[in-house]
């Protein structure tokens, strides 16, 4: 350890925790192209460094409070529009045991209700499909698309059903970029007012000029903490993904935190991490092209004597973005072009920022189980900027792997599956070694996991108003 690592480290005061290594701001700093000013600004705040109960993630008590006070009033992620691109076309969207069918019930409108029919409580639909209405395939109770009651099978047996009163319940939508949110609790503030100020910095970013390309879906026997966690912080990519180092520079990632429901991790492309060994320029482009997920060069780009790989890959993610899109990148900063720009929104969803095609995640749990999860991994493509060249867009169906498949075995998945498999190998070993523990408790640094802390103390304040019903 270099002798001014060593004394950044030791003059650090208590909760000013840094990294003694180049920062990421620091890198910005040489950035080719002039960047947002949000991405500049820094927004850590020192959150408390007191060790966090290990029941949080295991004990069914925990769970049955995040169920009840948690999951039932804050905006969860359910689709995306071009999921139902036609009127009729609907979608369900599962959390614990609550069950929400999503439907385009006009061209220009999307509505849900809760997914029980009225007369025994069946689920009117299990997957998705496109129908003229909403009719339960027990009895045949029938709904139009905008909720109002079509049809009464044996109407002369319900003098009691009057057709006025048997809408389907509804549950809030919003939109935002092209996903469509969920809340149960009516008195919760506006999306927009919740995400904040994620809206301000992806606009430039605009996932709604994106289609869904990619989606596949994984059941994970972890806690929806523990595997949402594994993605939170860059600093373990130094033993679960070595491969990495060469370009992720991981321990000089930034970490920013706003109000209760967003965060984000911005990791550098195109620089090793501080604790890899020797490498090139050349060896770190190499590395970029085929372990980052975005892959861009097919063919094997030489970085010139004396330049930097990090700015040789964003140039060439310029031309070959604007090859395969038409958009123009060329003011566009290296960061948006290369970085792991990792923004999560409270509590499971998570859309990366930047240029390329956009890794969207989304975490939650298997049912009501609090030692198990569904984890999600989507791509966002951008359009053709000429309409003309837009491939016409079929919704993509959902990839689900069983339980013994992995990540890497699906194949459109490039680069990154074989990532996410080396994140999932750690996780029931983490579930077993939290149940084996005689302290207790974990201990979360106090910036790499500050975004972990942060949202645990969210969680904190939704289960301190109590449960809510819908
Ligand atoms: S339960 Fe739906 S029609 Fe009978
Ligand atoms: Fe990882």
Known sequence: MSERIKEKEENLEPGEARSPYTSYTEYLGEDSK??????????????????????????????????????????????????????????????????????RSEENKIQAFYNSCLHRGRKLKTERG??????????????????TLKHTPAAWDFPHVKAEEWSLPEVRVELWQGFVFINMDDNAVSLEEY?????EHHERWNLADCKKVIHVSKVVP???????????????????????????ADENARYDIYGDHMNRNLALVG????????????????????????????????????????????????????TADGHDYSDKSDAEMLDALVYNVFPNFSPWGGFPRNLIYRFRPN?????????????????????????????????????????????????????????????????????????????????????????????DKYISKGPFKP
């Open 222 to 248: 972890g806690n929806w903490k523990t595997v949402q966690e594994a993605f939170m912080e860059a600093f373990h990519a130094t033993k679960i993904h070595p491969e990495i180092l060469p370009f992720q």
């Open 130 to 147: 496109i129908s003229k209405d909403l009719e339960c395939p027990f009895h045949g109770y029938c709904w139009n698309l905008d909720g």
């Open 34 to 103: 002039k960047l947002p000013d949000f991405m500049m600004e820094e927004n850590y705040e020192f959150l408390g460094s007191e060790d966090i109960s290990i029941e949080r993630y295991t004990s069914k008590e925990f769970f049955k409070k995040e169920a009840e006070c948690m999951w039932t009033r804050v905006w969860q992620f359910a689709c995306r529009v071009e999921d139902i691109p036609e009127v009729g076309d609907s979608l369900v969207y599962d959390i614990l045991d609550y069950s929400f069918l999503i439907v």
């Open 367 to 459: 049912g009501t189980r609090e030692d198990s999860a569904i984890m999600e991994a989507f791509f966002l493509q951008r359009n053709h900027k000429d309409p003309e060249k837009q491939e016409p867009y079929e919704p993509i169906p959902i990839h689900y792997l069983s339980e013994d498949e992995n990540w890497d075995d699906a194949e459109e998945l490039i680069g990154i599956g074989v990532i996410f498999d080396q994140d999932m190998s750690n996780i029931p070993e983490v579930e077993r070694g939290m149940r084996a523990s005689k302290k207790g408790t974990v201990t979360y640094a106090n910036y790499q996991e500050s975004r972990i802390r942060h949202y645990h103390q969210t969680i």
């Open 271 to 322: 620089k090793p991490g501080p604790h890899c060994w020797p490498v090139t320029e050349q060896e770190i482009l190499d590395t970029i092209s085929y372990g980052s997920g975005r892959v861009f060069d097919e063919n094997k780009t030489v970085v010139p004597e004396g330049e930097e790989a990090r700015k040789v890959a964003a140039e060439a993610a310029r031309k070959a973005y604007s």
């Open 195 to 199: 995400l904040a100020p994620l809206p």
